[in-house]
């Protein structure tokens, strides 16, 4: 059907209904129509600086934000079918996750930390292991409704509003520490998944914590 690669990072869906793959030929959007399949492609001939997108991102304006292996993080408008790169001069290294919230692009990397990005000043600020977090170990970054950034690590889950930093490295009864992926419902109980399952954290009135494997 013309994808341009079979390794797929990630998977998002659009207003319109069109489906963007991340892979390392670029960005795929696919669409359906009497059950046929269309696939268009964003790589370097369209005028992204590197063709490996690893994280997608639709915001309200159906803007598609694109993190990619090493240029950092791109944003595409699908009505005038413009890139744009984010910080041009990319030199953080490799991306492995990017959050939104308001007017800052929070990118987390390996090699530097974790980035925070003003698109009104169009400044970046530097969070990395001199702070006394583990920000060079971020395997994700989420967003949740009232506008906290929660980052996952090999050793915890931070959680930031602005200057504000909540670090949580005990998970008892359970010692894995390395979290993969998470994410917050309704009730503000945090779940988080581990080498060793699913899990779910929350606190109650009194501050007491109480975990749960589910898987």
């Known amino acids: 059907e013309g994808l341009p690669d079979i390794y797929v990072y990630d998977i998002v869906e659009d207003h319109y209904g069109n489906i963007w793959a991340g892979t390392d030929g670029g960005a795929a959007i696919c669409r359906l129509a009497d059950r046929k399949v269309t696939i268009q492609v964003l790589d370097y001939d369209q005028g992204l600086p590197d063709n490996i997108v690893k ?3 639709v915001d309200k304006t159906n803007t598609v934000w694109m993190g990619t292996e090493d240029a950092g ?40 930390g974790l980035v925070l990005y003003d698109l009104k000043t169009s400044e970046a ?5 001199n702070t ?22 090999k050793s915890g889950v931070i959680r930031t509003l602005g200057d504000h930093v909540e670090y949580i490295d005990q998970f ?44």
Request: proline share 3%.
């Open 55 to 57: 994280k997608l991102h």
């Open 73 to 112: 993080v791109l944003s595409f408008n699908p009505a005038t079918g413009k890139t744009t790169t984010l910080i041009k001069e990319w030199k953080y290294g490799n991306l492995t996750d990017f959050a939104l919230e308001g007017d800052l692009v929070w990118i987390s990397s390996p090699q530097s």
């Open 125 to 129: 600020k530097l969070y990395n292991g």
């Open 132 to 153: 006394g977090f583990d920000f060079m170990s971020v395997n994700t970054l989420l967003t949740d409704v009232e506008g906290n950034i929660w980052i996952g690590t």
């Open 172 to 215: 008892d009864p359970y010692a894995n520490t390395s979290v993969l992926a998470l994410t917050v419902d309704k009730d503000e109980n945090l779940w988080y998944s581990t080498n060793e399952g699913l899990f779910k954290r929350r606190v109650d009135e009194s501050g007491k914590v109480f975990g749960e494997q589910l898987l």
